[in-house]
């Protein structure tokens, strides 16, 4: 099955690190592979980390949106990296119930991934695995091969109020 | 901080324990207060209750409408005794960073939960820890006093292609 988080809205990121959770708890074993996110500033990384069964790739620690001084070539290598991680799960006798491709829809939109390319791998991956791909503005291709998708929209966010970034919440 | 995810797409309860996790892993205390859904089918309740400063509360099993059997007077009984738990955690010296109250939203819209009487309860608890109100059709005086009001909305759903029900991924 090929799940799709999308939106503007909160709960893209923590409804696919609660599936992990709900697979794992079942004794399934999980690949996460996260874009844009480095690989300890997240609660989420500490705990799941420690489980068993779950494993975890991490790459482009951060987004050229969000830091400026980063190399948009250095930004594509990883997402190349990514995608060869990708390719070798896809083609692996290793069969993971669930895998997680956090950002990738980003990654996508930027073109930091080829589509086409993306598209290819987890229509075969998805013979062996349940995939969830998160992140914002989901290409159309995507949302036409899934399965699941759903739409987090933004009803109230606390920003417009002017309550800040928190630890526990937003990390 | 209160937020509240609402809508009828998938979601709503991963996005809570994903949070749950996240703020876990800082080390902060959370909370589960649950209706509805037993104390040990779903995969994240096995691994949430291993883990350390996390307590869990279960109440009112299932839902009369998907157990016919069930009286809607133990019900009831069962969501004033998870009401008279959160009164409790409101007044005690403990401080959770979060608190989660798990398909409240239902028992809200239901009447097995008065409203004016939860508004009240939360309000107060909202100056100690953030709160997560989950659930299909949040009440709009809920929505009145969120922060954080977010619309899982189905765009897509495999049950409509006839796909079933699977464990990882519903429970």
Do not use: W
């Not at 914002?136 to 109230?156: G, S």
């Amino acid at each position: 099955m090929i799940i799709v988080n999308t939106g503007n809205g909160k709960g893209k990121t923590t409804a696919a690190i609660g599936q992990i959770i709900r697979c794992l708890g079942h004794g399934f074993s999980v690949c996460l592979i996260q874009l844009f996110k480095g690989e300890s500033f997240y609660g989420e990384q500490k705990i799941l980390t420690r489980l068993d069964n779950f494993n975890f790739f991490s790459f482009a620690n951060q987004h050229p949106y969000c830091a400026k001084n980063i190399s948009i070539d250095e930004v594509k290598k990883q997402c190349v990296l990514s995608m060869e991680k990708l390719r070798n799960i896809a083609i692996s006798k290793k069969k993971y119930k669930l895998i997680v491709l956090e950002e990738f829809n980003i990654a996508l939109r930027d073109k930091f991934i080829n589509e086409n390319e993306f598209l290819s791998v987890i229509r075969n991956l998805r013979e062996k695995s349940d995939i969830i791909v998160t992140g914002r503005n989901a290409p159309k291709k995507l949302i036409n091969i899934a399965d699941l998708v759903t739409e987090m929209k933004e009803i109230k966010h606390p920003y417009n109020n002017g309550i800040k970034f928190q630890k526990g919440i937003e990390y």
